[in-house]
C-alpha cells in the first residue's frame, strides 16, 4: 500500500454542521441557474427525465404504463453513434437498465421461473450467429436489439410486476388501442391520409393510426382485441367476484341489480369488464377499417381458436358455425358481404396458386398480391443461396437488389412473410429456432386458459392465446415484428407469468377465484 493512500485513510475530516446544508444549498442554486438558462421545453423534459429516472430506479415497472402508450404513437429519435435510437427504445433499456442496477443495489438476482426463457435466449444466440454472413453489421445489431428488448423486458414484467398491477396494465393497454382506433375511425371516414389509401371509388380511407401503413396498424389492433374479446366474455365464463357475479347473475341479471350488487363490491373490476366491452366493438371497427387481409384472417382464426380453447363445445360451434360462414360466403360470391369488404377479398383467389409472378400483368386491383409474391420470390432466392447461415440478420433490404424481380426494385424492409423472411436473415437455423420460440410461448398461454385461478388471469392468458394466433397468422403475409410491435407481445406473455404463476394471497382473496 502507499505511504501516502495510508496517511489519506488515517485522516479524518470534520465539516462545520451547517456545512453540510449550505453545499447542497449552493448545489441547488448552480442547478437552477443551469435550468434558468435553458428554454422552458428543455429544462422540463430535464426535471421531468431525471424524475422519471429516480422513480424507475426505484419501480421499473413504473415505465411500464408510458411505455403501453409509446408502442402505437411512437416519439422522437435521436442520433447515438450513427444509430438513430426512439423514445421507446430508450424507456425499454432504461427500464431494462433500472431492473438490473436495483438488482446489483440489493445483492439480490430475482428471477420467475418459465419455459419462455431457454427459447428466447436461444433466438436471441441464432441472431448473434447470423452476424457472421451479414453485409450490414449495423442492421444486424439493430435487429437483434429488438428480441433483446424483448427478453429484457419479458424478464422484468414477470419479475417486478405484481398481481394486483395486472388489471392496472391490462386497461392500459386497452386505454391506448382504444386511442388508435379513434384515429383510425376519423381517417377512415374523413379520408384523412395518402391518396393511395382510398377505397370505395374515395368515399372512405383505409384505417392507418400513427403507423403510416394500413397492415402494421391493423396487426397492432390484432394484438389488443383479442384481450379485449376476452374481458367481455369472462362473466359468461368465469367469477368476477367470488359471492354474488356470476354466470346467471350476468345472462339473467338486470341493469339495476348488477349496479346494485357491484357497487359495494368491487367497481375496479367492473369497470375493467365494461373497458373490455368498449373496447371489443372499437377495435373491432379499426379492424374493418384498416382493409388488411391478413389481419381479417388471423383474428378469424384467433376468435376460433380462443373459443376452442375455453371448451370441446364452444369448439364444435364455432367450427360449424366457420363452415357455415365459409360455404354461404362461396355460394353466395360474396353479394352479403359490404362493398368495401368484398372488394378487398375477391382479388386473392385468382393468385392463391401462382408460383412465379414475374409474367403477370400488374393492375390496381391485383397490385397489393402481386407485389408481396414478388418477395416471397425474392426471399426464396435469398434462401436457395445460403440456407443454413443465411444473409444476416436485418439484412434483407441489403440483399434484395440481387434477388428482386424485375418492376419490383423498393425492398420494403422485409419480405411480407416473417417466416421466410427469418429463414432468410437467419438461416434454417434461426427459423427452428423461431418456431420453437412460438410453441414455447403457446406453451405458456395455453395452459393457463383452464387453470383454476383468478378471473383476471385466465382473462390475460385467452387474450394472449388469441393475440398468439393472430400474429402467427399474419406473419404468414407480413412482418409485424416493427414498430415496436414485438414490445406488445412481450407485454401480454409477462402479464400471463405474473397472473397465472406468481403466488399473490392478497390477490386471490379479493375477487381472484
Not at 444549498?25 to 429516480?54: D, H, K, R, T, W
Not at 401503413?213 to 365464463?237: E, M, R
Not at 377495435?283 to 380453447?309: C, E, K, P
Request: glycine fraction near 8%.
Amino acid at each position: 500500500m502507499s505511504p501516502v493512500v495510508g496517511w489519506l485513510r488515517g485522516v479524518e475530516v470534520r465539516l462545520p454542521v451547517i456545512a453540510r446544508p449550505l453545499i447542497i444549498l449552493i448545489s441547488l442554486a448552480f442547478l437552477a441557474y443551469f435550468l434558468a438558462s435553458l428554454p422552458i421545453f428543455q429544462a422540463v423534459f430535464l426535471i421531468a427525465l431525471a424524475m422519471g429516472g429516480l422513480g424507475m430506479f426505484l419501480r421499473p415497472s413504473l415505465a411500464l404504463y408510458p411505455l403501453i402508450f409509446l408502442i402505437p404513437w411512437g416519439g422522437p429519435e435521436i442520433s447515438l453513434g450513427g444509430f438513430q435510437a426512439g423514445l421507446t427504445e430508450l424507456l425499454v433499456w432504461t427500464a431494462i437498465g433500472s431492473w438490473l442496477l436495483q438488482m446489483l443495489a440489493y445483492r439480490r438476482l430475482k428471477w420467475q421461473e418459465s419455459s419462455l426463457w431457454f427459447p428466447l435466449v436461444l433466438f436471441v444466440a441464432a441472431l448473434f450467429l447470423s452476424w457472421l454472413p451479414a453485409r450490414d453489421l449495423p442492421l444486424a445489431i439493430k435487429e437483434t436489439a429488438k428480441w433483446l428488448e424483448v427478453l429484457g423486458l419479458f424478464g422484468l414484467i414477470s419479475t417486478q410486476v405484481s398481481q394486483r398491477q395486472a388489471p392496472w396494465l391490462m386497461a392500459t393497454i386497452l386505454v391506448a388501442a382504444l386511442t388508435q382506433s379513434v384515429l383510425g375511425g376519423y381517417q377512415f371516414f374523413f379520408r384523412d391520409g395518402p391518396p393511395a389509401f382510398l377505397i370505395s371509388g374515395g368515399s372512405f380511407l383505409r384505417a392507418y393510426g400513427t403507423f403510416q401503413q394500413p397492415n402494421p396498424y391493423a396487426g397492432y389492433i390484432g394484438t389488443v382485441l383479442p384481450l379485449a374479446y376476452a374481458l367481455a366474455i369472462s362473466p359468461f365464463f368465469w367469477k368476477i367476484h367470488q359471492e354474488s357475479v356470476t354466470r346467471k347473475w350476468f345472462l339473467f341479471g338486470s341493469a339495476p341489480s348488477l349496479v346494485a350488487d357491484a357497487a359495494p363490491l368491487n367497481l375496479g373490476r367492473l369497470l375493467l369488464w365494461l373497458i373490455g366491452c368498449v373496447s371489443l366493438v372499437a377495435l373491432g371497427a379499426a379492424l374493418i377499417f384498416s382493409q388488411s387481409r391478413g389481419a381479417w384472417l388471423g383474428f378469424a382464426v384467433a376468435f376460433v381458436a380462443m373459443n376452442a380453447s375455453l371448451s370441446r363445445r364452444w369448439a364444435v360451434l364455432f367450427v360449424i358455425l366457420v363452415a357455415v360462414g365459409v360455404i354461404g360466403t362461396l355460394l353466395n360470391s360474396a353479394d352479403l358481404l359490404p362493398p368495401f369488404v368484398a372488394g378487398r377479398l375477391a382479388p386473392v383467389l385468382p393468385y392463391a396458386g401462382i408460383p412465379d409472378v414475374s409474367g403477370v400483368e400488374v393492375t390496381d386491383a391485383n397490385f397489393g398480391i402481386v407485389e408481396r409474391l414478388a418477395h416471397w420470390q425474392a426471399a426464396w432466392g435469398m434462401i436457395a443461396s445460403a440456407p443454413w447461415t443465411g444473409i444476416g440478420a436485418g439484412n434483407y433490404p441489403v440483399a434484395y437488389a440481387a434477388f428482386a424481380l424485375p418492376r419490383w426494385t423498393d425492398p420494403l424492409g422485409h419480405a411480407h412473410n416473417y417466416y421466410l423472411n427469418i429463414w432468410a436473415e437467419a438461416g434454417l437455423i434461426g427459423l427452428l429456432v423461431f418456431l420453437w420460440l412460438v410453441i414455447a410461448m403457446f406453451r405458456v398461454a395455453l395452459p393457463a386458459v383452464q387453470r383454476r385461478s383468478s378471473w383476471i388471469s385466465r382473462a390475460v392468458a385467452l387474450g394472449s392465446v388469441g393475440m398468439l394466433v393472430a400474429v402467427s397468422i399474419h406473419n404468414l403475409f407480413d412482418s409485424l415484428f416493427v414498430h415496436n410491435l414485438y414490445l406488445q407481445i412481450a407485454l401480454l406473455l409477462g402479464l400471463v407469468v405474473v397472473t397465472t404463476v406468481k403466488p399473490d394471497p392478497d390477490f386471490r382473496t379479493n375477487g381472484g377465484k
